[in-house]
T-cell receptor
Framework: GAVVSQHPSRVICKSGTSVKIECRSL??????MFWYRQFPKKSLMLMAT?????????EQGVEKDKFLINHASLTLSTLTVTSAHPEDSSFYIC????????????FGPGTRLTVL | SQQGEEDPQALSIQEGENATMNCSYK?????LQWYRQNSGRGLVHLIL?????REKHSGRLRVTLDTSKKSSSLLITASRAADTASYFC????????????FGKGTRLHILP
């Protein structure tokens, strides 16, 4: 199957700093990427949909100024957690879809963010 | 928002037994997918079943879909220790712009 990578896999930062997480589709072009957040022993919550070349669409309750998403190319989307606070600590997972007609989403391995 | 509700939330069975997990959802869907997640890891896509399909098989996995009851089941036969993981159903609602919505998951533990 298609491969999606995330970088970094784990990051620890001080409160108030910004953290950028990259999501890359390695062997296919992803017109749409999705960003999820997962708390321990909980399910994945969709944060936003990222479309190449256009603004991201955020789910209700997700602060777009807090979680900046950029999908500058067909293989890369970035999520920047701005002015991170301890409550932003979570597991962030991206997924990618090769075309709108493709049913399957391919998930990255996730990024564990810990804000001290 | 959550669409799928899996049950049970947690399941422990002996190695070799079959494991059945259920998922219910609320709105009409294009398809339903099952994923596995090992602790602290990303998701592995297991199987996708479309709304016009009723049953699919993949190795030791069998998935059923009943759109009239808005429910699906995942059966893992002859379970192995390596099957220990969390299992999530995810639905693609109609008219949701390609988004998929995850259920709360079932934590499966295979006892040696």
């Amino acid at each position: 199957g298609a491969v999606v990578s995330q970088h970094p896999s784990r990051v620890i930062c001080k409160s108030g700093t910004s953290v950028k997480i990259e999501c890359r589709s390695l062997d296919f072009q992803a017109t749409t990427m999705f960003w999820y957040r997962q708390f321990p022993k909980k399910s994945l919550m969709l944060m936003a949909t990222s479309n190449e070349g256009s603004k991201a669409t955020y789910e209700q309750g997700v602060e777009k100024d807090k979680f900046l998403i950029n999908h500058a190319s067909l293989t890369l989307s970035t999520l920047t957690v701005t002015s991170a606070h301890p409550e932003d600590s979570s597991f962030y997972i991206c997924s990618a879809r090769s075309t709108p007609q493709t049913d399957t989403q391919y998930f990255g391995p996730g990024t564990r963010l810990t804000v001290l | 928002s959550q669409q799928g509700e899996e049950d049970p939330q947690a399941l422990s069975i002996q190695e070799g037994e079959n494991a059945t997990m259920n998922c219910s959802y609320k709105t009409s869907i294009n398809n339903l997918q099952w994923y596995r997640q090992n602790s602290g890891r990303g998701l592995v896509h297991l199987i996708l079943i479309r709304s016009n399909e009723r049953e699919k098989h993949s190795g030791r996995l069998r998935v059923t879909l009943d759109t009239s009851k808005k429910s699906s089941s995942l059966l893992i036969t002859a379970s192995r220790a390596a099957d220990t993981a969390s299992y999530f159903c995810a639905t693609e609602p109609m008219n949701r712009d390609d988004k998929i919505i995850f259920g709360k998951g079932t934590r499966l533990h295979i006892l040696p």
